[in-house]
T-cell receptor, first 109, second 113 residues
Framework: DAKTTQPNSMESNEEEPVHLPCNHS???????IHWYRQLPSQGPEYVIH???SNVNNRMASLAIAEDRKSSTLILHRATLRDAAVYYC??????????FGTGTSLTVIP | NAGVTQTPKFQVLKTGQSMTLQCAQD?????MSWYRQDPGMGLRLIHY???????DQGEVPNGYNVSRSTTEDFPLRLLSAAPSQTSVYFC????????????FGSGTRLTVV
């Protein structure tokens, strides 16, 4: 099963774009890339997912490298409510999600 | 549509006591999972189920039992609580393919004294 690597922490100024990277060099051709975030004292919540093409939704954009060995979650305008731990996940066999330590995003007012 | 419902929200146990954490979903999801999250850490998979009657172990299964008699319910049993099991427990459910993500419950905060 493929593994992911993310920076432990990142900072962003409020109302500026944020690019959260994830490396997954051992990804297989059928692995979806999922992003979740966990706000303080809450359960994880879905952000976005994709397979090959870049994806957009109301929360964020997902940019997937052409070789699929890395991806970037893009928050277009960070707000204080976006301060959270962001997890990049590749499902294991049987669509099981294994969470790493994620990236802790601090948004500076 | 309630999503994933976990009960109780908070629980204090004495060492050696047993209890069951309840998890129910109303989305007809085949897959259900239990995670624990210790302070400052990521989520770790305890047990999971890919359908009624089928369960399997995750990363940290010791000290926990599960069963899946219906599609909707996936209870987690602590056999003999230990202080090391003090954690926040999350239940999650999903459809069966990699194109679907998981919906998480709001968690149960368990303290073992």
């Amino acid at each position: 099963d493929a593994k992911t690597t993310q920076p432990n922490s990142m900072e962003s100024n409020e109302e500026e774009p944020v690019h959260l990277p994830c490396n997954h060099s051992t990804i297989s051709g059928t692995d979806y890339i999922h992003w979740y975030r966990q706000l303080p004292s809450q359960g994880p919540e879905y952000v976005i997912h994709g397979l090959t093409s870049n994806v957009n939704n109301r929360m964020a954009s997902l940019a997937i490298a052409e070789d699929r060995k890395s991806s970037t979650l893009i928050l277009h305008r960070a707000t204080l409510r976006d301060a959270a731990v962001y997890y990049c996940i590749l499902p294991h066999t049987g669509n099981q999600f294994y969470f790493g330590t994620g990236t802790s995003l601090t948004v500076i007012p | 549509n309630a999503g994933v419902t976990q009960t109780p929200k908070f629980q204090v146990l004495k060492t050696g006591q047993s209890m069951t954490l309840q998890c129910a979903q109303d989305m007809n999801h085949e897959y259900m999972s239990w995670y624990r999250q210790d302070p400052g850490m990521g989520l770790r998979l305890i047990h999971y189920s890919v359908g009624a009657g089928i369960t399997d172990q995750g990363e940290v299964p010791n000290g926990y039992n599960v069963s899946r008699s219906t599609t909707e319910d996936f209870p987690l049993r602590l056999l003999s609580a230990a202080p090391s099991q003090t954690s926040v427990y999350f239940c999650a459910s999903s459809y069966s393919t990699g194109d679907y993500g998981y919906t998480f419950g709001s968690g149960t905060r368990l303290t073992v004294v």
